[in-house]
Each structure stands twice: as structure tokens, then as C-alpha cells.
């Protein structure tokens, strides 16, 4: 079967770094999503990665390695509006989107 | 704002109950979708439309029926649901097909509650 895994729940403190880590077995690869949702708001499109290495963006950056069926996506310089569920999502060889369970991510002053 | 808007936000109604969920996007995108999200569960694809044609039908109950009367409009009609069917039901839309990595944008949902 197909499988996204990414921690359920994450904490950390205002300033610091976290990396947010997702795993995945799918039947073949097109690409790979990081989504934001608040609670109660709808999901918004952080990136997309296709090719292995690093893509920066401002103070988020996501990360993949296609051998290895991993990505990360990385948050520098939290800010308190950074609470929120992150949800990763892999674009499988029909073209379905495999989605992750979502990681809540908890930032503590 | 997304440019995906949803109504109603919120809904409650009992098994008996028929009522229609509303979508509209006017970004002038050509795919639409219907999503389920459970608490602690990935988002389950319901339904997805391509220029109006209903392209996937991921094996959900009958008691879920989509309607696409437009490329702007997608509905969702709803009848004899059974509690577990509550859920935050999300529409979607994006400019090209599936198929292409382009991303999704969502609506807000509506948080649908059966009693």
C-alpha cells in the first residue's frame, strides 16, 4: 500500500528552528508537496519539490532525497503565526495525491 | 483569501436531513475537487472534476452526490449520512488537471456535523 508518515505533533520555541520530517512509499514519484492549514482555514501551498536537494524559500525551506523516500521541510526564525498543521503530500505515478496525516506544530513563546 | 470560497461554514444536520454544500472558485481554474478530513487522518480525495467532467470517484458512498453545473461551481449534495460521516469537507481547485504539479488551493471547508 501507499504510505506518507510525518510526526503527528511537534513543539518549539519562538526564534528557534524545526524541521519537520516526512516519509513515503508510493507506487512511483512526480513530486513532492508541503502544505500549511491553520486551524479552521484552509490548506495553503508552501512548496514542491521534484529533484533531490535543497529549495529555499524566505524562512522555510524543503528538502528531498528521492533514494531515501524522505523529505523535510525546515523553518528558520519562528514566529508565533508558524502554529499550525503542515501536511505533506506525494504526487504518486497516476498522478493521485497521497496525503500525509499533518504534523501540528505548537510554538511556545 | 484563497479565491476559493465554501458555504455554508459550518453544518449540522441529522441523518434524515438532505443538504447540499457550495463551492465556488473564480481564479479561472479548470479542475475541482472534494476532499474529506477527519481529525489525525490525511485528507481523503472524494471526487474531481476536469473541465466540468467528473474524472475520479474514489469508491465513495452514494449518499454523497457532486454536482459541477460550471467550472466555477461545484456542489456537493448530501443525504441519509451517518455520524461518521462528520468531517471538515474541503473544495479545492487548480489551473491544470491532475496529472501536473501544479499546486491545489483550498476553500476554508465546512465543518459538517451529523447527529
Known amino acids: 500500500g501507499q504510505n506518507i508518515d510525518q510526526p503527528t505533533e511537534m513543539t518549539a520555541t519562538e526564534g528557534a528552528i524545526v524541521q519537520i520530517n516526512c516519509t513515503y512509499q508510493?507506487?512511483?514519484?512526480?513530486?513532492l508537496f508541503w502544505y500549511q492549514q491553520h486551524a479552521g482555514e484552509a490548506p495553503t501551498f508552501l512548496s514542491y519539490?521534484?529533484l533531490d536537494g535543497l529549495e529555499e524559500k524566505g524562512r522555510f525551506s524543503s528538502f528531498l532525497s528521492r533514494s531515501k523516500g524522505y523529505s523535510y521541510l525546515l523553518l528558520k526564525e519562528l514566529q508565533m503565526k508558524d502554529s499550525a498543521s503542515y501536511l505533506c503530500?506525494?504526487?504518486?505515478?497516476?498522478?493521485?495525491?497521497?496525503w500525509g496525516a499533518g504534523t501540528k506544530l505548537i510554538i511556545k513563546p | 483569501e484563497t479565491g476559493v470560497t465554501q458555504t455554508p461554514r459550518h453544518l449540522v444536520m441529522g441523518m434524515t436531513n438532505k443538504k447540499s454544500l457550495k463551492c465556488e472558485q473564480h481564479?479561472?481554474?479548470?479542475?475541482m475537487y472534494w476532499y474529506k478530513q477527519s481529525a489525525k487522518k490525511p485528507l481523503e480525495l472524494m471526487f474531481v472534476?476536469?473541465?466540468?467532467?467528473?474524472?475520479e470517484n474514489n469508491s465513495v458512498p452514494s449518499r454523497f452526490s457532486p454536482e459541477c453545473p460550471n467550472s466555477s461551481h461545484l456542489f456537493l449534495h448530501l443525504h441519509t449520512l451517518q455520524p461518521e460521516d462528520s468531517a471538515l469537507y474541503l473544495c479545492?481547485?487548480?489551473?491544470?488537471?491532475?496529472?501536473?504539479?501544479?499546486?491545489?488551493?483550498f476553500g476554508q471547508g465546512t465543518r459538517l456535523t451529523v447527529v
Open positions: 479545492a481547485s487548480s489551473q491544470d488537471p491532475p496529472g501536473s504539479n501544479t499546486e491545489a488551493f
Open positions: 481564479l479561472g481554474h479548470n479542475a
Open positions: 472534476y476536469n473541465f466540468k467532467e467528473q474524472t
Open positions: 508510493t507506487s512511483g514519484f512526480n513530486g
Open positions: 519539490n521534484v
Open positions: 503530500a506525494v504526487l504518486d505515478s497516476n498522478y493521485q495525491l497521497i
